[in-house]
């Protein structure tokens, strides 16, 4: 059965997970597929738009290139689902097929943790917080800048958060 070696999404090599790439099989016709668990940095990145470009690289050597749509698919995992119709001049030998008689998808999400994944890619989130502080200590943090106070911020949680 056919794997992913790697994917290029509009020219940028992303890191993977784990994946998926199968052809489904339908009474509209056949598509070519492919589940990604990715990081939420690049979920966040690539979630908003309708298509890309996308390369894949299979584990047998062989290059897919496709103009591919994006959908959106629930899981507790970030996650990018892609489809395309098949082209006619591409061989998908070995690639798995689903019919929507037996919806048998690969499980992408067995064995991986949202931990995992955020050891490897963390994302960063702004928040707005509301103090009721001393003037003293508020004078003082108006004086910093904003990377020094982020630093400080995140040091001084990371050490809360070990206790």
Not at 60 to 83: A, E, H, I, Y
């Amino acid at each position: 059965m056919a794997g992913i070696k790697s994917i290029n999404l509009d020219g940028e090599e992303i890191y993977v997970f784990n994946s998926a790439i199968y052809i489904f099989e339908s009474s509209a016709g056949s598509t070519l597929e492919v589940d990604l668990i990715v990081s939420e940095v690049t979920l966040r990145k690539y979630q908003d738009r309708e298509s890309l470009i996308t390369e894949i690289e299979l584990e047998d050597g062989r290059t897919l290139s496709s103009f591919m749509f994006l959908k959106s698919v629930p899981g507790k995992l970030p996650r990018l689902s892609l489809f395309c119709e098949l082209d006619p001049e591409e061989s998908y030998e070995g690639v798995l097929r689903i019919s929507e008689d037996h919806l048998d998808f690969p499980d992408i999400e067995a064995g991986i943790t949202l931990e995992e994944i955020r050891k490897v890619e963390m994302p960063n989130e702004r928040i707005t917080l509301k103090l009721n502080l001393p003037i003293n200590q508020v004078e003082w943090l108006k004086e910093q800048k904003n990377k020094e106070l982020n630093q400080l911020i995140k040091e001084l949680l990371e050490e809360y958060m070990e206790k």
